[in-house]
């Protein structure tokens, strides 16, 4: 029995149910960033709170393995170090929900910043889908549309 569960978290199920965990999150995002719901599960701690768990399990598992987690510091090393380290599923789950967990803050931000501002929910459509895929870049066109409704240019709060 126990054999059974621990098959459900091996490295590619949880891949599996992170892609599929998040959509969620980011449909409320998009279609219904004002609701209650929206603000309560997606603009808070919890789905950080929860990917932060998922990540220290497979820490723990990691490292019940024997896992070498100094070979994370050779990515600086160059390009083909990083390829290298890329070539192992483990530091990819890893670099995985690394990327959900920031891409879900700013999506997430971007939501209440332009709710602050008062920034229809169609010009932040476009931001938040392009921040699902490429963050930075999706962060860069909200920040143009949010110069228009602050009528600032702010480079920092």
Request: hydrophobic letters at 55%.
């Amino acid at each position: 029995m126990i054999e059974e569960i621990y098959t459900y978290f091996s490295i590619e199920m949880i891949y599996l149910w992170l892609n599929l965990g998040v959509l969620p999150l980011w449909i409320m995002l998009l279609f219904f960033p004002n609701s209650k719901i929206s603000q309560v599960i997606v603009a808070s701690i919890f789905p950080l709170f929860l990917l932060s768990l998922i990540y220290s399990y497979l820490i723990f598992e990691l490292i019940k393995i024997g896992f070498n987690f100094f070979d994370i510091f050779n990515l600086y090393l160059g390009l083909d170090e990083l390829r290298s380290l890329f070539g192992k599923k483990e530091y990819i789950i890893l670099f995985w929900i690394h990327f959900l967990a920031i891409n879900l803050f700013c999506g997430a931000w971007i939501s209440k910043d332009s709710q602050r501002y008062l920034i229809p929910k169609f010009l932040t459509f476009i931001p938040l889908i392009v921040t699902y895929f490429i963050g930075p870049i999706g962060i860069l066109i909200y920040w143009f549309i949010r110069i228009f409704f602050s009528k600032k240019i702010a480079l920092y709060e």
